[in-house]
């Protein structure tokens, strides 16, 4: 779908103003979440009823890591893996890269652009408090991320 100028002008207007927000106003909470030992399969379930594209994945409670829809894909699916066998630690993104709920917005796109990520955990006083995307920078809209329990 092809957008007119208007439209155009108006996205580049919603970045704009996101750009000048704090993380916390428009990240994606509560962050979706799971043991570094639950399999990919289950990794998948909480993806698809939650609708996201990552897991922040943890170690006793704590994020170590992230698993996102591309590291399914290329490390477990393309490889022809049984998703009910690989566990989150063998294809997580770790260390786990993440920004303070205080940052703006604008720092969070520098953060992202350096380290060539689509997505940052959200930290406020030592605990996971959201996840912040490309999307929702683009949009300027928090989502609130409906938590399922399996």
Excluded: W
């Excluded at 289950?42 to 591309?70: A, F, N, W």
């Excluded at 605990?127 to 399996?150: A, M, P, Q």
Aim: aromatic fraction near 2%.
């Amino acid at each position: 779908m092809l957008m007119n100028r208007t439209e155009k002008m108006v996205n580049i207007d919603k970045f704009s103003q996101a750009k000048k927000m704090g993380v916390k106003e428009i990240m994606s909470s509560p962050a979706i979440t799971e043991d570094e030992d639950a399999s990919v399969n289950r990794i998948l379930k909480h993806m698809e009823q939650s609708r996201v594209g990552s897991v922040v994945i943890t170690k006793e409670g704590k994020p170590v890591g992230i698993t996102v829809d591309y590291d399914i894909a290329a490390k477990v699916i393309l490889k022809d893996r049984n998703p009910d066998e690989v566990r989150a630690k063998e294809i997580m993104s770790s260390p786990l890269i993440t920004v303070e709920s205080d940052a703006s917005v604008e720092e969070a796109c520098g953060l992202l652009a350096r380290k060539g990520i689509r997505r940052l955990p959200v930290i406020e006083e030592g605990e996971l408090v959201g996840v912040i995307s490309i999307r929702n920078i683009l949009t300027g809209e928090s989502e609130h991320v409906r938590k399922y329990l399996f």
